[in-house]
């Protein structure tokens, strides 16, 4: 279980290229949005016989493959420089601390998801909700009604996505603790502890599953 105080100063420590990548996400998802705008107004050109709109397709187009490819090459640079701090900074704690090896390996595994979280969890949420919103807000500009209809759907679906969050972290963090065991109980432990202890990862990642499976 990695310590609470770690994921705070990850951000703090790492908070420009972090910022960056997410920057590089809004902006990324804003061009994607634009794509049936520019797509319908190069239509309505194409109709009137201006066929040097289709320039503008092809410049959404590019302009999103460079921002996407900028954005993955350099969230990869940013999150492994931030995953290696972390990691060193674990273990130096964990030590001090007199932290048993088993437990300081298992944390060091849970470090790579932490990160992982930051790195992709993060932005698909923020490419869902800029999704949501900006497709709420074409609709609305196009009809006020069904814009209020799509805002009165999003709301229930975003307190179900809060409630499984916190839900979701009471789980991991149960998880979380029965991973920190595993070094230890398969190095020192007979089988049969070795099997219960696999039978509660599963039951676990099955629970986890499972709210996952729900939202969706």
């Avoid at 390996?105 to 909700?129: D, I, K, M, N």
């Avoid at 799509?150 to 679906?157: E, N």
């Avoid at 603790?177 to 219960?196: C, D, H, K, Y």
């Amino acid at each position: 279980k990695v310590d609470s105080a770690k994921p705070a100063s990850l951000l703090r420590k790492h908070s420009r290229a972090i910022t960056l990548t997410y920057l590089l996400t809004l902006t990324e998802n804003g061009v994607r949005l634009a794509y049936p705008l520019v797509i319908g107004t190069t239509i309505d050109a194409l109709l009137k016989g201006q066929s040097m709109m289709i320039l503008a397709v092809v410049g959404v187009w590019l302009l999103h493959l460079l921002i996407g490819l900028t954005r993955l090459l350099y969230d990869t640079h940013a999150f492994t420089r931030a995953y290696s701090d972390l990691v060193q900074r674990t273990v130096v704690a964990q030590r001090q601390d007199h932290v048993q090896p088993e437990v300081i390996a298992a944390r060091v595994a849970l470090s790579r998801e932490l990160v992982a979280f930051f790195q992709f969890g993060v932005p698909a949420l923020v490419t869902s909700l800029v999704g949501l919103v900006g497709s709420a807000f074409m609709l609305g500009r196009h009809d006020a009604l069904i814009g209020a209809m799509v805002v009165a759907v999003l709301l229930p679906v975003i307190g179900m996505y809060i409630w499984f969050g916190k839900r979701s972290l009471r789980l991991h963090h149960l998880l979380n603790n029965q991973m920190e065991r595993e070094i230890g109980l398969v190095v020192r432990s007979p089988l049969p502890s070795v099997a219960l202890h696999l039978d509660r990862l599963r039951a676990w990642r099955m629970r986890i599953s499972a709210g996952v499976a729900t939202t969706w």
